[in-house]
């Protein structure tokens, strides 16, 4: 069971469409629990199987395999009411900080260096892994577009990284990248901001390939 | 002409092996001009031809297309120098400002926001584009490689933008991508600091594509 903490949003969506495709159980979490489960029931009803369950992010939170996709202003405080149950898990967190203006959309800039750094001062027992933060929502929600891009994936803990870049490469076509260290996450969250600012310019929907 | 000041560390000595290769004449300028000469007649030993030519970074200064490739640490000191001759013409930064040690490999914080801003801030009266900061100089110095990467390029003014958009795509393979005006440099430059962490790990010598 892949479960979502904060997952009603694009991006958690996103991926539990993909993981489900790829045979995978899903849970949807929300703050809402009301909207967890129909959220799960319109991507059951658009993929014509019942893998995807929704709740509550604390229901969600039981899972042996936790994607933390809630917005980054909501992580803290979401995060500190599940602490207990998140311990010595390893924890998924896609979330790029940003803000949106007229001006275009930046990366907001983290006390903590980056929202998975964030993410791990408060889970200080739990083993942090960032991911997915460049893919594109829009087109993980299409669910016959083909997702040719690379996933980065930094973490500190080899065997938890390990796992994650195995999961990303589920969905179809992904490739995973070891993006080092959990603090290099900064670089691959703020890239975001970057390719949302490009797909303003071009109306893509891009991500990213790393070519050698 | 194109003119490299600061251009004899790899990344301006591969830039200007391809501008070369693309036709082009190309000056490396250097604090030392008797470097810049001796990285010149290299290049065109490798090359066999005479485009390229060499001496001091003040000569570099009188050309219409320049390419900032200093190290970071030196940028502010040559540009204030030069000033004068840079006023209202297209300068391209390719600098990513770095930090290397045994942990790995950091951008910098910059005061301005980015090196390309504080290139910006310093020539208040030329027109600064970014753009290179990703792009591998190990395989812009292997003169039979081909380059299969984007080149992601920011810029306040649309002209300037442009012309540096057609000068990247003289490069053999290379596409160009309007990154947005000069204040998204930074996500470009600090992106190099994440493709430099992912070459230690695999080996590689990276750049990146955008998917669409």
Redesign the interface.
């Known amino acids: 069971m892949i479960s979502f903490i904060g997952g009603t949003g694009p991006e958690g969506r996103g991926l539990a469409l993909r993981f489900a495709l790829a045979g995978e159980k899903v849970f949807i979490g929300s703050r809402d629990s009301a909207r967890g489960i129909e959220v799960a029931e319109k991507l059951n009803d658009l993929l014509h199987t019942n893998f995807i369950e929704g709740g509550g992010n604390e229901e969600a939170s039981h899972a042996d395999t936790i994607v933390i996709a809630t917005p980054y202003q909501a992580q803290k405080d979401i995060l500190q009411s599940l602490k207990p149950n998140l311990n010595h898990k390893t924890i998924i967190n896609v979330i790029a900080p940003l803000t949106f203006s007229k001006s275009?959309i930046?990366?907001i800039s983290v006390k903590d260096g980056s929202a998975a750094l964030e993410c791990q001062k408060i889970l200080s027992n739990s083993l942090v892994v960032s991911a997915f933060n460049n893919i594109s929502a829009h087109d993980l929600l299409k669910k016959d577009k083909k997702i040719?891009?690379d996933v980065?994936v930094c973490g500190n803990d080899p065997n938890s990284k390990k796992t994650v870049m195995n999961l990303a490469e589920k969905i179809h076509q992904v490739r995973s990248?070891?993006?080092?260290?959990l603090?290099?996450s900064?670089?691959?969250e703020?890239?975001t901001?970057?390719?949302l600012?490009?797909n303003?310019?071009?109306n893509?929907?891009?991500?990213?390939?790393?070519?050698?």
Not at 204 to 212: D, G, M, P, R, V
Request: glycine share 12%; with cysteine; proline share 0%.
């Open positions: 275009g930046k990366a040719d891009c980065i990248i070891d993006g080092g260290g603090e290099n900064k670089y691959v703020d890239l901001a970057l390719l600012n490009i303003k310019i071009y893509w929907h891009s991500s990213i390939k790393i070519t050698s």
